[in-house]
């Protein structure tokens, strides 16, 4: 008879197991045969008595490069002519990281120009104002 519990490894809706082990386990989930996206972790787990436990866990697969876009949201109503930003840009791999196209540039928000807008005119307005109590 067994003292240790079985565990089987599914990916997905595989019928297959990607792995079954002796507890305890230390396994490594290879995401790189995975395509991006949303996935799901089945682990069955089985004790020697022959009882079953389930654990579902999903996750979400993002090896591929990165993509950002700018100037529209999710979900967003649009009409006309919408400009977009795109840049997709990839991580290397573990041991190096790309810094080359690593950084989405994005349009400055609109408070940064009335911020930016407000500060010269109250340095204009506070200019203004000290000469001409300097004159008087």
Do not use: C
């Not at 999903?58 to 795109?86: Q, S, W």
Request: charged fraction near 20%; glycine fraction near 8%.
């Amino acid at each position: 008879m067994k003292d240790h519990s079985t565990v089987f490894i599914f990916i997905d809706d595989d019928t297959t197991p990607a792995a079954a082990l002796q507890t305890p386990v230390q396994f490594k989930l290879d995401t790189n045969k995975l395509t991006d996206g949303i996935h799901t972790l089945k682990i069955v787990s089985k004790d020697p008595a022959g009882k079953e436990g389930i654990r579902v866990i999903p996750f979400e697969v993002r090896n591929g490069p990165a993509v950002a876009v700018e100037g529209i949201k999710e979900n967003a109503v649009v009409d006309g002519i919408v400009p977009l930003m795109i840049n997709a840009y990839g991580k290397g791999d573990q041991q190096s990281f790309i810094i080359t196209g690593s950084e989405t540039p994005q349009s400055i928000p609109f408070w940064i120009y009335v911020l930016i807008i407000s500060f010269g005119a109250w340095a204009m307005y506070y200019l203004i104002t000290s000469v001409a109590v300097k004159l008087v």
